[in-house]
């Protein structure tokens, strides 16, 4: 093999190895780092990314129920770990859609039983508790 090749091979297992550690810490940080954005992908309000923290727009600073609907998906990530989280929400979302994705509605524990199973009607329409966004992933 080439010096080059092994080198490159070398920082490759180097930066996955430092991104393991990494999501393991963060498994197990109950505080992760809120991060507030002018636009957020997808129109949505907030998300999780993880293992790196939550993101909120800019617009929802003081919206704590928000807030506490993305830090329970930040507990399914500590919950599960990486993969498994995105592997079992994303098949839930594929399977279900989005409003009737199990994750989704147990991150939704301020809202009617309603809006629990038609959280994107509710968002736009201003029945949820968590944000009003006539746009809400248009
Ligand atoms: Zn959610």
């Given at each position: 093999m080439e010096n080059s090749t092994k080198i490159t091979l070398g920082a490759i297992g180097l930066g996955l190895l430092t991104f393991h550690l990494y999501c393991k810490k963060q498994r197990k940080n109950d505080t992760p780092k809120v991060f507030y954005r002018k636009k957020l992908v997808n129109n949505y309000n907030g998300y999780v990314v993880p293992p790196f923290g939550v993101y909120i727009k800019e617009s929802e600073r003081d919206n704590l129920p928000l807030l506490e609907h993305e830090l329970v998906h930040w507990k399914q990530f500590q919950r599960e770990g990486l993969l498994p989280f995105l592997i079992n929400y994303s098949k839930e979302a594929i399977n279900k859609g989005y409003d009737a994705n199990p994750y989704e509605i147990e991150a939704?524990?301020?809202?009617?039983?309603?809006?629990?199973?038609?959280?994107?009607?509710?968002?736009?329409?201003?029945q949820a508790v968590t944000a009003f966004n006539p746009n809400f992933r248009r």
């Open positions: 939704r524990t301020v809202e009617s039983d309603y809006c629990k199973e038609n959280y994107t009607e509710c968002i736009r329409t201003g």
